[in-house]
């Protein structure tokens, strides 16, 4: 009963106040609110275009990751199809000699 009293006699008080503001001083307030409330609502969209930058930058680093993979792999094959004791052993079943100044490595 006494916190409501207190309540009501805080709220009219407030309102007192809020009617003997000028115009000048109301428009002033207002802009800070306003002002406030843009700022709250700008901070929230950057952290969110944020979150939405580092989620696709994740995907495009994982994407990056199997690709090197990929290569990596890719050398490995390579380095094992041309390995001389492979290619000695190609060149005997062909019929052939095995000149290693005759090989090229693509790169």
């Known amino acids: 009963m006494l916190q409501d009293r207190r309540r009501d006699a805080t709220m009219r008080v407030i309102g007192d106040k809020i009617k003997t503001f000028s115009r000048v001083e109301k428009a002033f307030y ?6 406030g409330l843009i700022l709250a609502i ?5 952290q969110t275009r944020l979150l ?8 495009v680093n994982q994407e990056i990751n199997a690709k090197q993979v990929e290569i990596d792999d890719a ?8 390995r ?3 290619l000695m052993e ?18």
Not at 30 to 35: R, T
Not at 52 to 59: C, G, V
Not at 90 to 107: C, P, Q, R, S, Y
């Open 30 to 35: 207002g802009s800070i609110v306003l002002s």
């Open 42 to 46: 700008g901070i929230i969209f950057m």
């Open 52 to 59: 939405q930058i580092q989620s696709q930058m994740a995907d």
């Open 75 to 82: 050398k490995q094959a390579v380095n094992e199809l041309t």
């Open 84 to 86: 001389s004791a492979r």
């Open 90 to 107: 190609i060149a005997e079943k062909a019929g052939l000699t095995f000149n290693n100044d005759n090989i090229g490595v693509a790169e």
